[in-house]
């Protein structure tokens, strides 16, 4: 690994809880390599932040600095300028907020007509060099960005990280899971097992996705208990498992609250994300749709896609697996009924090619 730059704000990488993915990262120096920027997007879990530091430790010896901001809020954004100033000896009389242009609107926030002179600063001094590498991680709007980044004409380099995948024509870096092989290689690595059989069982149920790969070898590490234990126990309580062990900062369970709970404040995306969480396929045909308004439809995809909950294809949709099992645990009772039996009357009407699944085995787990 090259040593670190003049300035360095990064978190460590040790690559113990993500395997490399090194397509991915070859992926992301081209882009910016073409564009200078390259948003990386996907579910909450998919290792999206772990990818950008993995990709600013190993590219340290290009850059004089490298930095990651924390971007969910202008508040968040803010601290993170005035701490790079701090790192770059902007004098103090620059960093203070140009109190003139605020103004204070209806509901007691504060806007500005022109953005913090500490924001100014930063951007200007990046703005006139090359070799350095901002890193905006969990952006929930590109439109937050839009008073915070430095021009790019010098040479510097952004990478962003978020689930929302529209970035308003700047093409984006798609984080998905990792290769079955990869998740294997992970889990057995990390248990200290041989049994690739199970570990590919194991991956399989988890849907390769990184933080739940993570979250079940930390688990088996405290417990002691075996994989292929594990892979029974996960069959019988998912959602219990997804939000073990508590030991962890974040889980499966808690990482996509805010989305979720986003989400479950739109009727027609919440009666879709449910509907299609009872589909058992992983590729769910569009056309088993074709009877819902076409414009109702395309508001509540619009929603998911926000949060990267649904991926549309041209023939299919698709929710990933332990989305599917968080949703059906988050729902009460009697909606688990209505929404499997909507998905069983679905499956019965609307397909009209021979499936392989059997309308009637849409059955569930114990979802406590």
Not at 266 to 289: H, K, Y
Request: glycine share 6%; aromatic share 6%; with cysteine.
């Amino acid at each position: 690994m090259p040593p670190p730059p003049g300035i360095w704000g990064v978190p460590p990488w040790t690559g113990r809880n993500l395997a490399s993915r090194d397509e991915q990262l070859v992926e992301i120096s081209a882009a910016l390599a073409r564009r200078g920027m390259a948003p990386l997007c996907g579910l909450g879990g998919a290792g999206k932040t772990m990818l950008a530091i993995e990709f600013a430790h190993r590219n340290a010896s290009a850059y004089d600095i490298v930095y990651m901001i924390q971007s969910e809020s202008q508040w968040s954004l803010l601290n993170g300028f005035a701490a790079l100033a701090s790192e770059l000896r902007v004098p103090e009389q620059e960093l203070l907020m140009d109190e003139a242009s605020s103004s204070q609107t209806s509901s007691g926030s504060k806007t500005s007509s022109r953005q913090p002179r500490v924001v100014t600063a930063v951007k200007s001094r990046l703005g006139r060099r090359g070799r350095w590498l901002l890193i905006f991680d969990g952006v929930r709007s590109p439109q937050l960005l839009d008073h915070y980044l430095p021009s790019i004409t010098q040479g510097g380099h952004i990478l962003m990280t978020s689930t929302n995948p529209i970035w308003r024509g700047l093409a984006t870096v798609a984080v998905r899971g990792l290769s079955r092989a990869e998740s294997v290689s992970f889990l057995l690595r990390r248990t200290g097992e041989v049994d690739a059989e199970v570990a590919d069982t194991l991956a399989e149920r988890l849907g390769d996705l990184p933080l739940a790969l993570a979250q079940a070898g930390a688990y088996i590490e405290e417990t002691g208990r075996p994989l292929a234990e594990y892979v029974s126990l996960f069959r019988q309580r998912p959602a219990a498992l997804l939000e073990r062990p508590q030991t962890l900062p974040v889980t499966v369970a808690t990482t996509w609250e805010s989305s979720l709970a986003e989400v479950f404040q739109s009727p027609p995306a919440a009666d879709l994300l449910s509907l299609l969480s009872f589909f058992p396929m992983e590729e769910i045909p569009r056309r088993v749709l074709s009877g819902h308004d076409p414009l109702v439809l395309d508001d509540a995809i619009a929603v998911l896609r926000l949060h990267s909950l649904i991926e549309v294809k041209p023939a299919s949709y698709s929710v990933h697996r332990l989305v599917k099992i968080i949703v059906q645990h988050q729902l009460r009772q009697e909606d688990r009924q209505r929404w499997r039996e909507a998905a069983r009357q679905l499956l019965r009407t609307s397909v009209s090619q021979p499936s392989t699944i059997d309308p009637n085995e849409l059955t569930e787990p114990d979802l406590s």
